[in-house]
């Protein structure tokens, strides 16, 4: 029994038709929808609260709260979304502060802002022999981490866990409350 002419040519398009569309996804996945490292930044915008009282080194207390503004780009043809999360500000490698991540969804080829605020646990400050060297000089350094645990979505078909992490470094200058921080981010499928 042979196969008709027919149904020779229908497998064969059929069989182009699949290599063509499997090279096209294939080319696309690797060239524009290949995940790219988001730029994130975690920049302190204000100090609040600064207080200082009693003599160092007996009795001293000092309440700071600190205004941090997280922006999220997202360089990819997917949207992002996160869970609720927690990021940390270090002095010297000592935890100072906690700083709550409120769940978000960023869209696709877009920039998101958040605001947050967190309290500085300023008792493990002054207990640091290094805290009152830099206050005299007028600068802080801190580092701030944050890890985003969520799923990328392209062209809300394809759905893949991912992970964004972030490293500031944050340079806090006394006397004029100025703040500069470089940041590096990437993103973990």
Known sequence: MSIPKGLKLCCYITTLILFIFTIT??????TIFKPKQPNITARPIGLENIQFNGTYPNNVTLDVTLSVLITIDNRNYGGFEYKN?????????????????????????????????????ADKLILDPDFWADLEAGLLNLTSTATLHGKLSVMKIL???ATAYSTCDISIFIQSRDIKSKCNSRIKL
């Open 85 to 121: 999360s927690t990021g940390y500000i270090n002095y010297r490698g000592i935890l100072v502060a906690e700083v709550p991540i409120e769940h978000k969804v960023i869209p696709a080829r877009s920039k998101v802002n958040i605001t947050t605020t967190t309290d500085v646990m």
């Open 25 to 30: 996804v294939v080319t696309l996945s690797l």
């Open 159 to 161: 759905r893949l866990h």
